[in-house]
């Protein structure tokens, strides 16, 4: 529910509670530029070679979670399991055979999620393992009936156009929970400032989408309603459906909550994305000193080599 339900006693779980946890991950895979991406290699943290999928798939594992969809157009099911690794057996796949936008992608697996709670991810986003272990813990130890959280982070307005953002206000006695209200995506700097206010954040900085959430089955009678709609209307809105517009939904129907983490995310679908999710993985993995080695003597030869400009280099 909304509202004075965000404010809360708290309690221990039962064993029963503390045992469950989300077991289901749905990756999505089917838009025009998630079908390539996802493929693309990377060196991960440990140094060896992997596919953006793989390096996902090993993140979802280490949150706990072991069922994983992939979501894919017709046909590219053997591609995406030929770069899963070691991983390939252990993945499912649906297909989206429209391209109605992300939230159609993520309906597209209502078969294998079921009546569960699950997880969802960008297929070209990787975030932090941090954040993901925060998600799966933060489901049990949160009295019934479980809330919708999903992990935000708070990046300057200049990044508001890569991102879906929320509004709201702070849970009563937790530093890092937040009762959503609203929820746009990719807000202007002046929507946001006039909507997506939140006590206690900095100025200029606003709680966004980390590119994952746990869900529960309730965003399926959304969406379905939704796509509905838009195949009924004339007057749909260009681009598809995407998931915001049905996670505003979402918490004016039942307790939705944001969970703040100062984590980053590496999204390889903009430009220089792998360049980004790499140097950031290499910055945090085992080379690291051996590429700051190749970077400095890299930066080194350019200025070296850099055109003699009003007498100077």
Not at 87 to 95: K, Q, S
Not at 278 to 298: C, Y
Request: charged share 25%.
């Amino acid at each position: 529910m909304h509202g004075e339900e965000g404010v809360r006693e708290e309690r221990q779980p039962t064993q029963h509670e503390a045992n469950m946890k989300i077991t289901k991950a749905v990756i999505t895979a089917a838009g025009k530029q998630q079908r390539t991406l996802p493929l693309q290699t990377l060196i991960d943290r440990d140094g060896i070679e992997k596919s953006v999928l793989g390096i996902i798939i090993e993140e979802v594992l280490r949150a706990g979670i072991d069922e994983i969809c992939v979501v894919v157009r017709p046909g590219d099911e053997d591609s995406y399991a030929g770069v899963a690794g070691d991983h390939a057996g252990r993945l499912h796949f649906a297909h989206q055979t429209e391209p109605l936008g992300h939230g159609h992608a993520v309906y597209s697996a209502r078969n294998f999620v079921g009546n569960d709670s699950f997880c969802t991810w960008w297929a070209i986003t990787s975030t932090s393992a941090v954040a993901n272990r925060a998600v799966r813990n933060i489901w049990w130890k949160w009295p019934r009936p479980r809330p919708a959280p999903s992990p935000r982070c708070s990046p300057r307005e200049n990044l508001l156009p890569y991102y879906g953002a929320i509004g709201g206000r702070r849970i009563a006695g937790r530093s890092d929970f937040y009762q959503v209200e609203t929820v746009i995506e990719k807000p202007t700097p002046t929507e946001a400032e006039q909507r997506l206010i939140i006590p206690g954040l900095r100025t200029g900085h606003y709680l966004c989408f980390f590119g994952m959430h746990v869900l529960t089955p309730t965003i399926f009678a959304i969406l379905e309603r939704r796509i509905a709609e838009r195949k009924t209307s004339a007057a749909s809105a260009p681009g598809g459906l995407t998931l915001t517009e049905a996670l505003a939904e979402l918490a004016r129907r039942e307790q939705y909550l944001a969970l703040e983490k100062h984590d980053a995310r590496y999204d390889v679908g903009v430009k220089y994305g792998l360049l980004t999710a790499q140097l950031a993985l290499s910055m945090s993995g085992q080379d690291r000193d051996e590429v700051l080695s190749m970077l400095l003597e890299l930066l080194a030869q350019r200025k070296c080599a850099a055109p003699q400009i009003n007498g100077w280099r």
